[in-house]
């Protein structure tokens, strides 16, 4: 696998945590905050979403700070219906998966702009990676106090790593 299929093969193991965790929310789930000051579900899907955009869109060819973004409005409550924040964060991830499609290795090692700082594009990857994969985190952390023990677990479940060791583990579909 090239070094680009690896990467790429992580931002989309990434997406499937998230996709995993946002498929067992209740309603309600989606906006609750504990406090005024932390981020809800709901927000941490509209900054991805904005950063999304904002990153991808011409990933090669224009500054990762689009003029387009509203990055203070993306951590306001939109208080957006589950369906709405569900199409944000296919059309974030859409956008960031095609563009990553659209690279071959040969442009790894160019030079891009993120708020006028010039990054080669290998380490533009590796910053997004870990920035989705930062919010991803708290998401599924989100998601799990907010399902308590109805929430599924998105690896082994607690009690079956030599189940797993053993390869008589069965993965949850979709894993």
């Given amino acids: 696998m090239s070094e680009l299929a690896t990467i790429r093969f992580e931002f989309e193991r990434t997406r499937r945590l998230g996709d995993r965790s946002l498929a067992q929310l209740e309603v309600g789930d989606w906006h609750t ?4 000051e932390a981020n809800s579900i709901a927000i941490i899907v509209q900054h991805m979403h904005g950063n999304m955009l904002s990153r991808w ?5 224009s500054d990762g700070e689009k003029t387009f973004r509203d990055r203070d409005g993306e951590f306001e409550d939109q208080h957006r219906s589950p369906e709405a924040l569900r199409a944000l964060w296919a059309e974030g991830w859409t956008c960031c998966l095609d563009a990553i499609g659209a690279l071959d290795d040969g442009d790894l090692d160019k030079t891009i702009t993120i708020r006028s700082e010039p990054l080669t594009v290998r380490e533009a990857l590796l910053r997004q990676l870990s920035h989705y994969s930062y919010h991803v985190g708290q998401l599924v952390l989100l998601a799990r106090a907010a399902r308590g023990k109805e929430f599924q677990s998105l690896t082994i479940p607690r009690g079956q790593s ?6 008589t583990y069965k993965r ?4």
């Fill in 33 to 36: 905050r504990s406090d005024d």
């Fill in 162 to 167: 030599k189940q797993h060791t053993k390869g």
């Fill in 57 to 61: 869109t011409e990933f090669l060819t």
């Fill in 172 to 175: 949850p579909p979709g894993s």
